[in-house]
């Protein structure tokens, strides 16, 4: 039973940074990409940041580029988000994803970020 649960959502001051983890089991951690998504109140939910399975390869939304950085550890079955300066409109749902070209496709509960003064 494939599981992606997230945490280190929260309050945080504009400029300030949280970091989001997204602990996955049930399937083969390396083999897929791994994705966070965002969803602000009242807007559709954006694609954030991947990273592939090794590693190796990350990207980013113009939106976040330069202060966000996805990372993963396989050997914990564990994809990261930090964000740094942070800034209001970053205030969204946070969702962790794990995809795979062959159809494989899965989303954890998500966790709140909000950024207010």
């Known amino acids: 039973q494939v599981q992606l649960v997230e945490s280190g959502g929260g309050l945080v001051e504009p400029g300030g940074s949280l970091r989001l983890s997204c602990a996955a089991s049930?399937?083969?951690?390396?083999?897929?990409?791994m994705r966070w998504f965002r969803q602000a109140p009242g807007k559709e939910r954006e694609w954030v940041a991947g990273i592939s399975g090794t590693g190796v390869t990350a990207n980013y939304a113009d939106s976040v580029k330069g202060r966000f950085s996805i990372s993963r550890v396989n050997a914990e079955n564990t994809v990261y988000l930090r964000m740094n300066n942070l800034k209001p409109e970053d205030t969204a749902v946070y969702y962790c994803?794990?995809?795979?070209?062959?159809?494989?496709?899965?989303w954890g509960q998500g966790t709140q970020v909000t950024v207010s003064s």
């Open positions: 994803n794990a995809w795979g070209t062959w159809g494989f496709d899965y």
């Open positions: 049930g399937f083969t951690f390396s083999s897929v990409t």
